[in-house]
C-alpha cells in the first residue's frame, strides 16, 4: 500500500504540537492555581504575623514599664542606703519589691518558625522586608541571656531580703509583689555594702535590658506598620 508520506509527518507533528500545547497548558495552569494559593497563603501569613507583632509590641512595652520601675528602686534604694536620702517604711518595702522585677518577655515566634519549617518563606516576597524580618526575630534570642542574667541578680536581692525581714506574697495581680516590713529593712540593711553592690548590679543589667527592649520595640512597630501597610490597614 502506498504511504502518503506528507500527510503522515503533518499528521505526525500536529499530534505531537496538539500534546505539547496541553501540556504546557496544564503547566500553566498549574502554576497559575499554585500561584493563587501561595498568594492567598502569604495574605493569611502576614494576618496572623501582624497578630504575633502587635502583641510582642505590647509585651515589649510592657516590660519597659517593669524595668523603668526596678532600675528607680535600684537608685531610690542606693541612695538611701548611702544616707542622701530618707524613705517611709511604706516606701522602703515597695522599692525592695519592685528591684526584685526583671523582664519575662516571651515572644511569639510561631509564624516565622512555622514558615522556616515549612519552607515557604518565599511567602514573603519583598526580600529586603523579609531580611529585616529574620534579622528581628533572630535577635528575640537576647532576651533569653539578659533573662538569666537579670534573674540571678535579682535572686540574689531576695536572698538578701529575705535573711533580713519578714516577707508575705500577695496573690497576683496584686502590688508590690512581695510585701516586707520595711521598718526591718531600714534596721538591717541600711549602709549594707552588700545591697549596694547588689542594687548596683542589678541597675546595670536592668538599663541595659531596657536599652534592648526599646530597640526591640522599636523593630516590632516598624515591622508592624509595614506589614499594616502591605495588607492595606
Do not use: C
Not at 48 to 59: C, F, G, H, P, T
Not at 121 to 132: A, D, G, P
Not at 195 to 222: C, F, P, V, W
Amino acid at each position: 500500500m502506498e504511504i502518503h508520506k506528507p500527510k503522515f509527518v503533518k499528521g505526525l507533528a500536529l499530534e505531537v504540537f496538539v500534546i505539547v500545547v496541553g501540556i504546557s497548558l496544564a503547566i500553566t495552569a498549574e502554576r497559575l492555581v499554585e500561584a493563587a494559593r501561595d498568594a492567598s497563603e502569604a495574605k493569611r501569613v502576614m494576618t496572623r504575623m501582624i497578630v504575633e507583632l502587635a502583641r510582642d509590641s505590647s509585651d515589649l512595652a510592657l516590660n519597659i514599664e517593669y524595668l523603668i520601675r526596678a532600675e528607680v528602686s535600684d537608685s531610690l534604694l542606693t541612695e538611701w542606703s548611702r544616707g542622701r536620702i530618707e524613705l517611709d517604711s511604706d516606701s522602703i518595702s515597695v522599692h525592695a519589691s519592685n528591684s526584685l522585677l526583671y523582664t519575662w518577655f516571651a515572644s511569639s515566634t510561631a509564624e516565622i518558625e512555622a514558615l522556616k519549617s515549612s519552607g515557604k518563606l518565599h511567602l514573603i516576597e519583598n526580600e529586603e522586608f523579609l531580611v529585616k524580618l529574620l534579622r528581628h526575630y533572630d535577635r528575640y534570642s537576647d532576651f533569653d541571656i539578659a533573662r538569666a542574667w537579670a534573674e540571678r541578680a535579682s535572686l540574689q536581692l531576695l536572698d538578701l531580703y529575705q535573711r533580713n525581714t519578714s516577707m508575705t506574697t500577695p496573690q497576683p495581680p496584686a502590688q508590690p509583689w512581695y510585701q516586707m516590713d520595711g521598718v526591718q529593712l531600714g534596721r538591717n540593711l541600711r549602709g549594707n555594702q552588700l545591697l549596694e553592690n547588689y542594687l548596683q548590679h542589678k541597675k546595670y543589667i536592668d538599663l541595659e535590658i531596657l536599652r534592648r527592649t526599646r530597640l526591640a520595640l522599636a523593630r516590632a512597630g516598624a515591622l508592624l506598620a509595614e506589614l499594616r501597610s502591605e495588607r492595606g490597614y
